[in-house]
């Protein structure tokens, strides 16, 4: 085959190019693509229906697009689902767990899953629930576990096979400020060991301490995507919530309510 029919195999740890996706009359995702270079943090954010969740399970496999293509580390995640799943690691915003399961059997099960058993299974599994700090449940059913404590133990499960790629969706929902320290160390740790990191959150101020590269979606979108820093240069912007107001209109509620609020005074009682 001549160079010149040899098609360039998209690199990076994500390459995803012309995604759409419908449920139903609902079009989720409109062309959308996104770009994870290897060893990336990467924030993904938009409003609520934006698309961001939909753009993560097909991601992960989960979900299939209408159209477009998936490359995850060179390889086409579409033709190859199983051998790409055994390099990602995923936590969904409503987590997989199983109530029944003691947090150790939680971790022992995902382990089984990508092919860990024995003594190996069991190391990793003590020592993510040592970096979580959740040594003391190790034993509790994960029915009596915090919601804080939950997510923790989602992201061991994820952690359990070292995945090269872990997929997060709304890792810091509805957990307080310690958890949320531990979640964040945790991740931290893992880029700088070169792992690439894919999350989304509503919370700027997280992504802004974290976030090496960004994606901001907008109605099934990609609108907005590259280095913070360099998306802040170009758009003379002083802070991520400025980058992010830049791209999404700000919400017309707040100064509706003050408008209503201040005619009632005049108008008196």
């Known amino acids: 085959m001549s160079q010149k029919n040899l098609k360039a195999v998209p690199q990076g740890a994500i390459c995803a190019e012309g995604l759409s996706k419908r449920f139903g009359l609902c079009q989720a995702l409109k062309g959308f693509s996104l770009h994870v270079p290897k060893g990336a943090f990467y924030a993904l954010l938009g409003p609520n229906g934006a698309g961001k969740s939909t753009s993560l399970a097909l991601l992960n496999g989960v979900l299939k697009p209408d159209e477009g293509s998936i490359y995850v580390f060179g ?8 051998e790409i799943k055994r390099r990602i690691g995923t936590v969904p915003e409503e987590l997989a767990l ?3 399961l003691t947090s150790r059997q939680q971790l022992l099960f995902s382990a089984r899953m990508f092919g860990l058993c024995g003594s190996e299974a069991l190391r ?3 020592e993510l629930l040592e970096v979580l700090e959740l040594s003391a449940k190790a ?3 994960v029915a009596s576990l915090s919601k804080g ?4 133990l989602a992201i061991a499960s994820a952690l359990i096979h070292s995945p090269q790629l872990v997929l997060l969706d709304e890792p810091f929902e509805g957990v307080d400020i310690m958890a949320s320290e531990i979640i964040r160390s945790l991740l931290l740790g893992l880029s700088k060991q070169g792992v690439s990191i894919l999350l989304t959150t509503h919370v700027l101020e997280i ?4 976030a090496t590269h960004l994606g901001i979606v907008v109605e099934g979108r990609m609108a907005m995507e590259g280095p913070v820093e360099l998306l802040k240069q170009q758009h003379q912007a002083t802070s991520l919530e400025a980058l992010f107001f830049h791209t999404v209109p700000k919400p017309k509620t707040a100064s509706l309510a003050l408008s209503f609020f201040a ?3 005049e108008e008196g009682p």
């Open 139 to 141: 034993n509790a059913l």
């Open 207 to 210: 992504a802004e301490k974290m």
């Open 75 to 82: 390889m086409n995640a579409l033709k190859h689902p199983l």
């Open 149 to 152: 404590m939950r997510r923790r």
């Open 98 to 100: 199983f109530e029944r």
């Open 124 to 126: 990793r599994a003590d």
């Open 263 to 265: 005619q009632k005074r």
